[in-house]
C-alpha cells in the first residue's frame, strides 16, 4: 500500500463513529450570524500563503526548504512560466499527500488561465483536503473553496460529470440545503449509474442519516465495479447496523484482505470477534 492509502484507512477507522454520531447540516438549526461570523473570519486566516506556512509545519525540513525555494520562484514570475511553476509546486504538495496547499495553488493558475481543468482540480484537492481535517475552522474555508472552484468548473462545462460529482458532494457537506448537494449526485448517477464518486457520496450521506439499507446498495456497487478496503469497510458497518452479522463479518474481513494494514486488520479482528459471539 502507498502512503496515501495507509492514510486514508486510519482515519476511515477514527471517523466512523463520528461520522454516524454528527448531524447533517441543514438538518439542524444553525445561528446564521454566528456561522457567517466564522466564515469571513476563515476566509481571512487561510490563505495561499498562510496554508503552505502551516503544512510545512507537518513535513520534513529538507522539503519545507525545497518548497519555500520554488515558492520564491513562483512569486518572481508570470505569465506561462509562473503556471509551470505552479504545476511543479503542485506535484511536490501531491507526492506528499498535502492537498490544502495544492487546492490554492490550482486556484491561482485558474486565475491567471481559466481553465476548466484548474478549476477542476482545485476543487478537488480543496475537497480532498477538509474530507479527513479534525481543524473545523479550516475545514470550513476549504469546503467552501472547493464550492467555489466546483461552482467556477461548471460554469466552464456544465455537463462534466467530474465536476457536478464534486459539487454535490461539497454542498452536501458545506451548506444548510444538503438536498441540493444530493440532487446533483442523484442526477449524475442517472446518468452514469457506475460512477464511483457520486455513489460513494450517496452511500456515505446515507450512512450519516442512518439509512443503512441506501447505503449497502450503494457501496455493492462500488465493490462490485473497484473493490477496496474503504468501500468494504463501509459496507461492513451497513450491514453490521441492520443486525445482518454474517454479511458484516464477511464485509470486514474483505477489507482487512485489501488493506493490509495491521492498525485496520487489528480493528476488523476486534469487530468481527464481537460479532461473531
Known sequence: MNTKQIIVLVIVVALMGALLARPIKGLVTENKATTASAASASSSAFNFQSVSDLTKQTINAGLAQEITALEAKVADASGQEKIALLEELAKKWDDLAKYAPQGFIYEEMAKISPKFEYWLKAGDAFRSAYTNLQDTAMATELNRLAIQSYEHATELDGNNLDAKTGLGAAMV????????????????????PKNIQANKTLGLFSLQSRQFDKAIERFKTIVELKPDAESYFYLATGYENIGLKNEAIAAFQKSKELAADPSLSQFIDRRVEELSK
Open 173 to 192: 457537506t458545506g451548506t444548510n440545503n444538503p438536498m441540493a448537494g444530493i440532487a446533483l449526485l442523484r442526477e449524475v448517477v442517472a446518468k452514469d
